[in-house]
Structure formats: C-alpha cells, structure tokens
C-alpha cells in the first residue's frame, strides 16, 4: 500500500530524494513520516508531515538537512535528504499514522500502514 523508492549509493555531502506512494487506498488524513534502521540499530524517527502539511517535525540528526513534504492529489510523500553523512546509510522507510492528533507524531507504534524500504547508502 506505500511504496518507497529513490534509495541508491551516494558519497558524502550529496543528495537524494525518497519518494513513497500510495497505493490501493487513500491516506487522505493521515500524517505521513520516514523511519530509518541502520544495521544492527533499531528503526528510529526521521521526520513527518501532517495531512495540511502544516506540522512537520524532525528528528534533530537531520534538521536542517532534510526536508519533507507531500503531494496529497499524488498520494505521496517526499524526503529530500541534503548533505548527506555515512551515519545516514541506513533502509528508510514511509509510514502512515491513522489517528488524528494535535501534531505529528514520533513514536513508531503510532504508525500503522508501513512501506518497504528503501536502502540508501553514503559512503565517505
């Protein structure tokens, strides 16, 4: 139902940017966010986006480099990843939350609806 994709191999101080599409259903409200799990490391937060796009939060190892934004007539949701770290290397993944809330949310548990991962790679 989200297909992630725009993952690749990419030296230090580069760009990439995810893409994550939905497919089969409509996520009209939902707030989208990006996860990431490095090998050996647990899936942590990177960023999310509220349906308006009008709350946007990120993990503090990405802001000011990162940026996401949606496309709500595509039903998608993008990561623009800018100067990019070998500590960035790691499957991103796109993932919906159902429920509505004040803000976006952080936690994992909150998101429902999961991608399949999109591996990116920053060597150095």
């Known amino acids: 139902q989200l297909q992630a994709s725009g993952g690749g191999l990419v030296q230090a101080g580069g760009s990439l940017k995810l893409s994550c599409a939905a497919s089969?259903?409509?996520?009209?409200?939902?707030?989208l966010g990006w996860f990431r799990q490095a090998p050996g490391k647990e899936r942590e937060f990177v960023g999310a986006i509220s349906w308006s796009g009008g709350r946007i939060d990120y993990a503090e190892t990405v802001k000011g480099r990162f940026t996401i934004s949606r496309d709500n007539v595509k039903n998608s949701v993008y990561l623009q990843m800018n100067s990019l770290k070998p500590e960035d290397t790691a499957v991103y993944y796109c993932?919906?939350?159902?429920?509505?809330?004040?803000?976006?949310?952080?936690?994992?548990?909150?998101?429902?609806?999961w991608g399949q991962g999109t591996q990116v790679t920053v060597s150095s």
């Open positions: 993932a919906a939350d159902s429920l509505p809330r004040a803000g976006v949310s952080v936690d994992i548990g909150h998101y429902d609806y």
């Open positions: 089969g259903r409509t996520f009209s409200g939902y707030a």
